[in-house]
């Protein structure tokens, strides 16, 4: 359903960075980058067909989170679930909501972890077991 998630960045050199080691635990390797042509850079991470992209803004505002906004990523395994987590708060990330672990939702049993990166956008690992 989706092309690829796009979100702003106040630095992209720190949010490359930081994305560069948190997407690593999902087995991310591909980036590309380029510039609009506005001149505003960009960067790409692309893994199985998915892209999540950061750009500056091309309107020359301040990049905001948008409110009630998360971006899931599918994790493999538990473990993983949380190791995710980690790697994000290692990396300046903030931790939010209840620590990384198995929940109860409304689709049936789920291992979850939330945080926000150093732009403030609110991100999930997600598990289902079988």
């Known amino acids: 359903m989706f092309n690829h998630i796009m979100i702003g960045t106040n630095d992209i050199e720190k949010s490359k ?6 997407l690593a635990v999902l087995g991310v390797e591909t980036t590309f980058e380029n510039s609009a042509d506005s001149g505003h850079k960009r960067v790409f991470f692309s893994h199985d067909g998915d892209i999540l992209a950061l750009s500056e803004p091309i309107n020359d505002e301040i990049a905001t989170c948008a409110n009630g906004m998360t971006i899931g990523f599918k994790c493999s395994s538990a473990e993983q679930v949380k190791e995710l987590h ?3 708060i290692a990396n300046g990330g903030t931790s939010i909501e209840d620590p990384p672990g198995l929940r109860e939702t409304s689709i049936g049993s789920a291992h979850l972890s939330y945080f926000r990166d150093l732009d403030g956008h609110k991100v999930c690992g ?3 077991p079988k």
């Open 86 to 88: 980690d790697v994000a």
């Open 126 to 128: 997600i598990y289902r």
């Open 17 to 22: 960075a930081f994305y560069e080691k948190v």
